[in-house]
């Protein structure tokens, strides 16, 4: 029995994959980047809570928490949208729309905060733009309005 017959061909790449088109691939990866930030921040004002640092410890935990939780929908809408569901789209929008205030308000806080506020803002429009293109919409199977009945 040589080595060869012992084994198993390994299975073909997932046609998904191939399927995907770069930019949903970019889409997708934004959307994960800001369900990072969100985290980060939700981690960051649980440790502030604990620490005592801010001026009610309670308030920045139960933000911490909120935030964290917050998170988890731009995680399963970058999941769902690299496993090319269509429902995706819309958590992902969303989460890309939300975040545009929350740039306006940093970069006029002024401060350190205003790079912060131009990297979101960037995020989130880039984001927005991948979504709403037509390869994008498309691969996700997702029609334009008006079209359902023609087949």
Known sequence: MSSSEGTTPAPPAPVQAAARPPRLTAAAALTALEALALFAAGVYLLVAGASGAPDDPGQAEALGVTVLVIGVLPLIAARGLLRLRGWSRGPAMITHI??????????????????????????????????????????????????????
């Not at 545009?100 to 205003?114: C, D, I, N, R």
């Open 98 to 151: 939300i975040a545009l205030p929350v740039a306006y308000t940093l970069m006029t806080s002024g401060g350190a905060l205003v790079p912060v506020g131009i990297a979101v803002a960037a995020v989130a429009i880039a984001g927005l733009v991948l979504l709403v293109n037509a390869a994008t919409t498309e691969a996700l199977g997702i029609r334009p309005p008006g079209t359902r009945g023609e087949d």
